[in-house]
């Protein structure tokens, strides 16, 4: 038997380490072997019954059984055989098929098998010697294995006029064999290797043909341990294995004397097909891979043979989520990343697929609670940040409005609102105003379930009068209308803002010199007001963003 083996690392490892997948295939490659009728096409009909000798007056002479050696130097699987024959006058007959081992000195030795095949009546048959129509056939229920030589017999022991089809050279190998059969002086009934036995002109061979497999396997190890998405899957082992020892023999191979295996390995992971041996896939998902052995296994009726062994390639990714952040304030909520995963283990230490949280063991304020799940290997993880005690409020900053501007303040919160100026609406709005002050605004709000927050904000009224269109040299914009960014120029060092049409402050700088370019990309388009606060004096343009 001749193995063929390609490693890349030891599988010693493999039972060590456990982080590797052993995918294993095999498969038995069959094969019909030619060799008698290739190594001589001329072909004649041979009689075989036991009334066919002709030589002396005894209607029962006659030669029976002819049978065709086959070497075979290491093991041989024989699946069946063929062979072409036909009765030519009378009726259709059955003739017996048998398999014999041989002895060391090429006698016919045990039976392996034997059966009964029909042979139909082609009434004055003249055609092709080697026609489909006369070829006929013989399955194995179970194959046979056998070690060493074998022969395959025909045998008639009537008198039907039935032919078998033999070769005119057989090229002095001596591989037939004939039974002789003498029904009044059975001295001489037995088996004789024709050629050495009769004289050069049986130096023939019958015409059969074997029907014979090899064994085929293939073996991949690969990580188990990448099945997540992002992970690299690594073939760390690729191998091919072939029975290929009787490819070495004329009998089995038309080109023994050349004969070189040779193997490669291809790799179809499922979404691409390459030789190397690592891949890491683009998209989650599950893949029907196949990691393919090919050979170029050289028999009579095939040339190449690909051993491909499937596999189930996972690239898990698994998206778990809290909720969004939440308040509790007197009650408890219960928290999960879904219930099918492997482990789990939250920043509190529990390893449950739920989680109850209660208000009264969280510290007022923000509270960050997280998870790490584990499915199959692959990892998942969230935070969600739990508010106990108080709802987080916020009015926005600090602004600064002009006497004829107004204001719209709100929290964006579900839940009953109590403004310092009386309102209980969700949203009020401030201003006009009459003279210049500073003005806090405060708004307690309280949700559904008992949580408080509040918030307060500074709101500057200016009367505006010291600010002018820009008609000098204190202070230039461009482009204008501006879309991602616009340059300020001014001379020295001045404070900017710019308001929108609510009278909100949307962007402000403590200081700018020369000419500063702002990034303008959060703005949405439409009407602004940049402000410069220069020396005492507040200097205004109009501002168009438009995306």
């Known amino acids: 038997m001749r193995i063929i083996i390609i490693a890349i690392l030891s599988l010693l490892a493999y039972s060590v380490l456990g982080q590797y997948d052993t995918i294993h295939c095999a498969d038995e490659v069959i094969d019909t072997v030619l060799y008698v009728h290739t190594k001589n096409s001329s072909l004649v009909a041979l009689s075989v019954n036991n009334h066919n000798e002709g030589n002396t007056a005894d209607p029962t002479d ?6 065709q050696l086959f070497e075979a130097p290491d093991s041989v699987t024989l699946r069946g055989y063929c062979f072409y024959g036909f009765v030519y006058s009378g009726s259709a007959d059955t003739l017996v098929a048998k398999v014999y081992k041989t002895n060391a000195s090429g006698a016919l030795d045990s039976l392996v098998d034997s059966t009964r095949v029909p042979v139909p009546l082609m009434q004055n048959y003249n055609g092709d010697l080697y026609s489909d129509t006369i070829q006929l056939c013989v399955d194995f229920t179970t194959p046979i294995r056998m070690k060493g030589n074998y022969v395959i017999a025909l045998e008639n022991n009537g008198p039907s006029d039935m032919y078998l089809v033999r070769t005119t ?37 019958v015409l059969v043909e074997p029907i014979v497999s090899y064994k085929v396997s293939a073996e991949f190890v690969v990580t188990s341990d990448t099945k997540c998405f992002g992970d690299t899957l690594k073939v760390v082992s690729s191998s091919l294995s072939v029975e290929d020892s009787l490819l070495y023999n004329r009998m089995y191979n038309p080109n023994y004397a050349n004969y070189s295996p040779t193997s490669g390995f291809i790799y179809n992971y499922g979404d691409t097909v390459v030789v190397d041996t690592f891949h890491v896939y683009a998209t989650p998902g599950s893949y029907n891979a196949y990691f393919i052995g090919a050979t170029n296994f050289s028999g009579w009726t095939f040339s190449d043979y690909n051993m491909m062994c499937p596999y189930t390639a996972n690239a898990y990714q698994i998206d778990i989520s809290l909720g969004n952040d939440t308040s509790i304030c007197h009650d408890s909520l219960v928290l999960t990343p879904g219930q099918y995963f492997d482990s789990y ?30 499915y199959s290997g692959c990892e998942s993880y969230d935070t969600i940040v739990i508010t106990a005690n108080e709802l987080p409020v916020d009015l926005g900053a600090d602004t600064t409005l002009c006497l004829n501007q107004e204001l719209t303040l709100f929290t964006g919160i579900d839940g009953i609102h109590t403004w310092s100026s009386g309102q209980l609406s969700d949203t009020i709005v401030i201003g006009t105003f009459n003279t210049a002050d500073s003005l806090y605004y405060s708004v307690e709000v309280e949700n559904d379930n008992g949580c408080v927050g509040s918030d307060t904000i500074l709101v500057v009224i200016d009367n505006c009068l010291g600010i002018k269109e820009r008609k000098g040299v204190e202070f230039s914009l461009y482009p204008n209308p501006a879309g991602e960014s616009v340059t300020i120029d001014v001379e020295g060092s001045a404070i900017l803002k710019i308001i929108d049409v609510s009278g909100r402050v949307v962007l402000q700088r403590r200081q700018i010199v020369n000419k ?27 501002l168009q963003i438009i995306k």
Request: no cysteine.
């Open 345 to 374: 283990l939250w920043s509190t230490s529990d390893t449950t697929d739920l989680l109850t949280v209660y208000a009264d063991s969280l510290n007022t304020g923000e509270n960050e609670i997280s998870v790490r799940t584990v």
């Open 169 to 205: 050279d057989g090229q002095q190998e001596d591989l037939a064999y004939t039974y002789y059969y003498w029904g009044n002086n059975h001295n001489y009934d037995g088996w004789y290797e024709t050629y050495s036995s009769f004289g050069s002109l049986w130096d023939f061979d």
């Open 62 to 67: 006659g030669y029976i059984a002819y049978g």
């Open 516 to 542: 500063q370019r702002l990034d303008v990309s959060a703005l949405e388009s439409g009407s602004y007001m940049v402000l410069i606060e220069k020396e005492g004096r507040v200097y205004q343009q109009k």
